[in-house]
Nanobody, 124 residues
Framework: VQLQASGGGLVQAGGSLRLSCAAS????????TGWFRQAPGKEREFVAH????????YYADSVKGRFTISRDNAKNTVYLQMNSLKPEDTAVYYC??????????????????WGQGTLVTVSS
């Protein structure tokens, strides 16, 4: 499975971006998918997760109410819509996929496949 993340860029505080994560080699509908981010000098942290099957979503407290994760099975793509962006959202964003719903979705070790990352910069 290969994941390709895209959609990052430079945006002013309060603005919006939509990140995309396209998969090849496996359909996303059979994979649980998460978004993580890593700011300079910090550890990679959980952002959002969507389960396989019933598409239940989970969010980090820091993004709840501002970010939305969704999937389009026809396009084999998972999205992260980011609204009301803040400077502290600046990071490289990674998508990740796993083939089961077991394990803690907020742990990086729970995922089998990772995309290459896309940079989001939010200016104040």
């Amino acid at each position: 499975v290969q994941l390709q993340a895209s959609g990052g860029g430079l945006v002013q505080a309060g603005g919006s971006l939509r990140l995309s994560c396209a998969a090849s080699g496996r359909t996303f509908s059979s994979s649980a998918t998460g978004w993580f981010r890593q700011a300079p000098g910090k550890e990679r942290e959980f952002v959002a997760h969507i389960t396989r099957g019933v598409d239940t979503t989970y969010y980090a407290d820091s993004v709840k109410g501002r970010f939305t994760i969704s999937r389009d099975n026809a396009k084999n793509t998972v999205y992260l819509q980011m609204n009301s962006l803040k400077p502290e959202d600046t990071a490289v964003y990674y998508c990740a996929a796993r083939t089961s719903n077991s394990g803690t979705y907020s742990y990086t070790t729970s995922y089998d496949y990772w995309g290459q990352g896309t940079l989001v910069t939010v200016s104040s």
